[in-house]
């Protein structure tokens, strides 16, 4: 799991989205929102934040490089908010769970990465991608 995780505000432009996956080469990408924190501030993200897991980022959507509209002008990447086309609910999976159990989300949904939250708060803790299920435990037995 990778808990250095790029994600993009709900109401940030798509740009924001489309940057961070062309940039980092992603396939997908978590969309959050902001919350009233238990210090009573709120956690906003600038578009194209990196967050370290636990922030009190909530997931609402995921964009993929498949919902970006091919045939869009840079105007309409500048002025429509990510929520207009992210998936959302997403598919997550809780931090406490296996990674057999993120393997079969994966596989079932045929996804590339998936969001893993907090259970106790349903925060952003860490992402895991297809690497991290079926290629780091292969390593592991060499």
Partial sequence: ??????DVDAD???SSARELLNKYNFTGIPVTE??????GSYHAASPNQSVQGGDGRLVVG???KKDLPADADDTFYQTHLCRSIMTSPAIIVPSDGSI???????LE???CRVPV???TNNHLVGVVS???VFIEPLADTD
Avoid: F, N, Q, W
């Fill in 12 to 14: 940030a432009p798509i």
């Fill in 1 to 6: 799991m990778t808990d250095l995780v790029h």
């Fill in 62 to 64: 995921i964009i993929s």
């Fill in 100 to 106: 057999e159990d993120a393997a079969k989300i994966m």
């Fill in 130 to 132: 297809r690497s991290d």
């Fill in 34 to 39: 902001h919350h009233l924190g238990a210090d």
């Fill in 109 to 111: 949904h045929r996804i």
């Fill in 117 to 119: 939250i907090d259970p």
